[in-house]
């Protein structure tokens, strides 16, 4: 089945300590993207990667790393997570052929 | 630069009951455009896209969208909706064959009986 994973699903952390919310497709396709869905702001993207080791910033990047090692894997990386990154958090793969986005299932993120 | 407007932050409607999701875009060039939906602790599933072609659009789950270039507007239709699909419903548009997406702040559906 086609799917892109993300883990966890929901967190709870303090500010300052590292955190890394994987995600991986099975799907094999080359672009990837985080994504922040904040009430009444939608999705936002935070980087996204057209291949391995190639990323790139989005609209919303600071505070948040990425990297691009193998094509199936895109892990989102909080070095020292601050309140205001509590939100809920997608990882998305993106069909060339069709155009459609295939979106993980998101990890819900609580910074305190 | 393309944007998405939704119009409408949430919308009830009853059981049985027509639905329509308003969408208007920005975008100076031919869009790409889609509809999402993201049921409660689901990721968002694609509804349908549209690119050339047909102006009227059917999608999955009895969904339909029509769009109008001369009023920028790809609005998403469901002549009578069901309890299931209760969800928050995201439109999205991007250039042709290109991945960057600008999705719509989303607009909440409650079903009632």
């Known amino acids: 089945e086609a799917q892109v994973t993300q883990n966890p699903r929901y967190l709870i952390t303090v500010t300052g300590k590292k955190l890394t919310v994987t995600c991986s497709q099975n799907?094999?396709?080359?672009?990837m993207s985080w994504y922040r869905q904040d009430p009444g702001l939608g999705l936002r993207q935070i980087y996204y990667?057209?291949?391995?080791?190639?990323?790139d910033k989005g609209d919303v990047p600071e505070g948040y790393k990425v990297s691009r090692k193998e094509k199936r894997n895109f892990p989102l990386i909080l070095e020292s997570p601050s309140p205001n990154q509590t939100s809920l958090y997608f990882c998305?793969?993106?069909?060339?052929?069709?155009?459609?986005?295939?979106f993980g299932e998101g990890s819900r993120l609580t910074v305190l | 630069a393309q944007s998405v407007t939704q119009p409408d932050i949430h919308i009830t409607v009853s059981e049985g009951a027509s639905l329509e999701l308003r969408c208007n875009y920005s975008?100076?060039?031919?869009?790409?455009l889609f509809w999402y939906v993201q049921s409660p602790g689901q990721g968002l599933q694609l509804l349908l896209k549209?690119?050339?072609?047909?102006?009227l659009v059917q999608g999955i789950k009895g969904f339909e969208a029509e769009f109008k270039r001369s009023q920028s507007s790809f609005n998403l239709r469901k002549p009578s909706v069901h309890w299931s699909d209760a969800a928050e419903y995201f439109c999205?548009?991007?250039?042709?064959?290109?991945?960057?997406?600008?999705f719509g702040a989303g607009t909440t559906v409650t079903v009632r009986a």
């Open positions: 998305a793969s993106w069909d060339r052929a069709t155009g459609e986005l295939f």
């Open positions: 799907m094999n396709h080359e672009y």
């Open positions: 990667s057209m291949n391995v080791e190639v990323t």
């Open positions: 975008y100076g060039a031919t869009p790409y």
């Open positions: 549209y690119f050339s072609g047909d102006t």
């Open positions: 999205a548009v991007g250039p042709l064959g290109d991945y960057k997406l600008s």
